[in-house]
């Protein structure tokens, strides 16, 4: 009777320990997996904001500049001057940006990119992280009427193939977001790669 309670107490004691010893090391273990999970949460539902918010810029600036006159578009080609369509869906773009408390990176005008396309990209140092903002406007963007493809991010015209051609208007807006996924993730030696930029485009059936 001595024996068992006097180390009766003392084995009781041990498993304790023990148990509390392996509770450590399973927090420790989950730890980093539960900040990932949690950096994961706030990073990508901030990204899914973000495209929400520049689909509705696009959608906007791509209907305002497609409801102007296309004669201010005669001659602009090669020139570097900017029509008062594009000035307008610049403007709507900027505008909009900044009334959803996102900065405009500084962004300017950096030329005609193609035939009827204008590029605006911001400077380094504008304000955002790189690779910053571009926004390219399609003013002759042309696709098929029927089995149109999505656009891309370049607004380049599609292929008729043989179909009636449409006129629009396209804009591509594509921002950077500072991503902390990818570091979270190198804490636990996965190399995770994901977009520069968050991108939006949309398109106008030109009406004039």
């Known amino acids: 009777m001595s024996s068992e309670s006097q180390f009766g107490p003392r084995k009781h004691k041990s498993l304790w320990h023990g148990e509390r010893g392996a509770q450590m090391v399973e927090f420790a273990v989950a730890l980093p997996l539960l900040v990932l999970f949690v950096v994961g949460i706030f990073d990508f539902s901030g990204a899914f904001t973000l495209k929400q918010r520049l689909t509705n810029i696009a959608r906007e600036s791509a209907r305002v500049a497609a409801r102007d006159a296309a004669n201010d578009l005669q001659g602009s080609a090669s020139s570097t001057g900017l029509p008062g369509s594009v000035v ?82 396209c804009v591509s807006v594509q921002y950077a977001y500072p991503w902390k996924f990818g570091h979270a993730a190198s804490l636990l030696g996965a190399n995770t790669r994901l977009p520069q930029q968050i991108s939006a485009i949309a398109v106008a059936v030109n009406q004039n």
């Open 88 to 169: 307008d869906a610049f403007q709507t773009v900027d505008n909009y940006l900044l009334g959803s408390n996102l900065s405009d990176c500084g962004v300017r005008f950096a030329g005609p990119a193609a035939n009827l396309t204008w590029l605006f990209t911001s400077p380094s140092g504008g304000g955002c992280v790189s690779p910053g903002l571009t926004i390219i406007i399609n003013r002759g963007y042309v696709f098929p009427m029927v089995g149109a493809a999505p656009p891309t991010v370049t607004c380049q015209s599609q292929p008729l193939g043989g179909q009636t051609a449409v006129i629009g208007t």
